[in-house]
């Protein structure tokens, strides 16, 4: 970005219902889904209801270092310990990490479960809570 475009990005105020997570960072939730936004650029969206996705994105924006933990946590309300915790798992298991209700598989089963996770992603499916649960939730919106 030019330095012209960055004056620019820094002057355009929020909508009135956004909340900032930090200096280039901000979400919007609206009818059930959160749009988060980075330098006004689209980044993520997903449904609210959704603690997989929400997750999932409270990661990404720490991981690609575009938000600090403290600022993500405190913006997306988990707790610190919590947040570290699901990071943690998340970089050993990838989002099948992140799923509530698979602490009880042993590595050979998450294994065995994570070519299914894939495929369902890939179809757009993602299962809300267990590799057991065939349900599936709306897939992210498109950015463009």
Same mark, same amino acid.
């Given at each position: 970005?030019?330095?012209?475009?960055?004056?620019?990005?820094?002057?355009?105020?929020?909508?009135?219902?956004?909340?900032?997570?930090?200096?280039?960072?901000?979400?919007?939730?609206?009818?059930? =889904?959160?749009?988060?936004?980075?330098?006004?650029?689209?980044?993520?969206?997903?449904?609210?209801?959704d603690p =997989?996705? %929400?997750?999932?994105?409270? =990661?990404?924006?720490?991981?690609?270092?575009?938000?600090?933990?403290?600022?993500?946590?405190?913006?997306?309300?988990? %707790?610190?310990?919590?947040?570290?915790?699901?990071?943690?798992?998340?970089?050993?298991?990838?989002?099948?990490?992140?799923?509530?209700?698979?602490?009880?598989?042993?590595?050979?089963?998450?294994?065995?479960?994570?070519?299914?996770?894939?495929?369902?992603?890939?179809?757009?499916?993602?299962?809300?809570?267990?590799? %057991?649960?065939?349900?599936?939730?709306?897939?992210?919106?498109?950015?463009?």
């Amino acid at each position: 970005m030019s330095q012209t475009e960055l004056e620019f990005v820094k002057d355009v105020a929020l909508p009135q219902d956004a909340v900032s997570i930090n200096r280039r960072a901000w979400f919007r939730d609206l009818d059930g =889904i959160r749009a988060v936004f980075v330098d006004q650029t689209p980044f993520y969206c997903y449904p609210l209801d959704d603690p =997989i996705l %929400h997750r999932f994105c409270a =990661i990404q924006l720490v991981e690609a270092g575009l938000a600090k933990v403290k600022d993500v946590c405190r913006t997306f309300e988990l %707790h610190l310990r919590n947040f570290s915790r699901l990071r943690s798992k998340f970089r050993q298991f990838g989002i099948a990490g992140l799923f509530p209700g698979n602490r009880d598989l042993n590595p050979f089963e998450r294994q065995r479960w994570l070519p299914e996770l894939s495929n369902s992603i890939e179809k757009g499916k993602v299962p809300t809570t267990s590799p %057991h649960n065939s349900a599936s939730v709306t897939p992210p919106c498109d950015a463009s």
